[in-house]
């Protein structure tokens, strides 16, 4: 039986040990908190949990759930622990920084991303079938052994999730464009609103908010200690991608400005076909 252990029982830790006790894997959990690792027994999220990473020496397989800045100095502890075919892996939304950190300090290491998440957090947010349909970006360099490869790919599919393979350098500069981004740019909506100088007119505005501004202010409104990890580790591609935004809406701006109405229709149109060609719920719901 492959024994999994995960580091960090929050929503996605938390889940994917839910989810893998499901289809029959032991699953080890370690937690800095130990009343998060009493819930975890409690709860029947994990086999075994504790707060000492020497519990995953028998781990065949290591999920690092950690916020970004923790995963790199979690490995470096962990690896006094571990056997050398320990297999490796992380949760965190940027891999590029990752990989190139951790590789060195153990070969079995492939940087991994699940797509998927809530509003949610901790152990109690945890859930069954978080991952299923949703993608999971696997991030192997040139060296990286082909069974560490198989052992992930097993693990993915077991939790439902659609696998994909791709450089830490495509990885993040694919997310920066359809997560980073819009977390900036939806909190830039958030601060751009609360800037009105009428107080009545925000009093309204607060009040008149329905679901356009829900849908579109969602992720500027999460956390804010990961909106700063990920703008930290992914600097360079965020900026690419801001400033690329900002030509647009300059491009807007001067169209309306224009009253370039026939011009504003066209790039309406093009959004409107274009937003149906990214992932699979846009082609299932309006």
Request: charged share 20%; aromatic share 6%.
């Amino acid at each position: 039986m492959t024994i999994v252990g995960i580091v960090g029982l929050g929503l996605i830790g938390g889940s994917l040990a839910l989810d893998l006790r499901s289809q029959g894997y032991r699953v080890l959990g370690v937690s800095r908190k130990p009343q998060t690792c009493q819930t975890a027994l409690l709860k029947h999220v994990t086999d075994e949990a504790s707060t000492d990473l020497a519990l995953l020496g028998k781990a065949d397989v290591i999920f690092i759930c950690t916020p970004i800045p923790a995963i790199a100095p979690t490995v470096r502890a962990l690896v006094p622990h571990l056997s050398s075919a320990a297999v490796i892996t992380d949760v965190g939304s940027v891999k590029a920084p990752i990989v190139e950190e951790i590789t060195p300090l153990w070969e079995n290491f492939i940087g991994g991303h699940p797509m998927a998440g809530t509003e949610a957090q901790g152990i109690n947010a945890a859930q069954r079938d978080l991952f299923v349909g949703a993608p999971y970006v696997l991030t192997p360099v040139e060296n990286t052994p082909a069974r560490a490869i198989a052992v992930l790919e097993e693990l993915v599919g077991a939790i439902g999730a659609k696998l994909y393979s791709c450089s830490p350098q495509q990885h993040d500069r694919a997310v920066a464009w359809i997560s980073h981004l819009p977390l900036l740019v939806s909190a830039g909506l958030i601060d751009s609103c609360l800037g009105e100088e009428d107080g009545e007119v925000l009093k309204l505005a607060r009040c008149f908010a329905s679901s356009g501004f829900r849908d579109t202010s969602r992720v500027g409104g999460g956390n804010p200690e990961l909106g700063l990890e990920i703008a930290r580790a992914n600097r360079e591609e965020i900026l690419r991608s801001l400033a690329r935004y900002r030509q647009h809406l300059e491009g807007l701006f001067e169209v309306i400005e224009k009253e370039d109405w026939q011009n504003l229709e066209m790039i309406l149109q093009q959004t409107e076909s274009g937003r149906k060609t990214f992932g699979n719920w846009s082609r299932q719901k309006p």
